[in-house]
């Protein structure tokens, strides 16, 4: 079964950084492209960075500059380098990948979400 496990949140003060991890696991054909999302309370789930198979990336602008967005493919695993971060930042920051199955289908996947609080 493939999963997507998320790691890195927690609690940090503002202008603090944090780097968030989301590895891929099981029987994969091919990861396409893959994600960061965040959905604060009350609030639509929303994209804050994204990165392609070979290696471009798009930034929500509220996080240009402030965030990167990386990947490792031979560990099948995406990152997010959190900088500057700030009270508005806290959310839940989810990992999405697109992927292609062993069957050749191609399908989402989400991680379970990780908690990240930006204290003033």
């Known amino acids: 079964q493939v999963q997507l496990v998320e790691s890195g949140g927690g609690l940090v003060q503002a202008g603090g950084s944090l780097r968030l991890s989301c590895a891929a696991s099981g029987t994969i054909f091919r990861i396409n492209d893959m994600g960061w999302y965040c959905q604060a309370p009350g609030k639509q789930r929303e994209l804050v960075a994204a990165i392609t198979s070979d290696g471009s990336t798009n930034y929500a602008d509220s996080v240009k500059g402030r965030f990167t967005i990386s990947r490792d493919n031979a560990k099948n695993t995406v990152y997010l380098q959190m900088n500057s971060l700030k009270p508005e930042d806290t959310a839940v920051y989810y990992c999405?990948?697109?992927?292609?199955?062993?069957?050749?289908?191609?399908?989402?996947?989400w991680g379970q979400g990780t908690q990240v609080t930006v204290s003033s």
């Open positions: 999405k990948a697109e992927l292609t199955s062993i069957r050749r289908y191609d399908y989402a996947l």
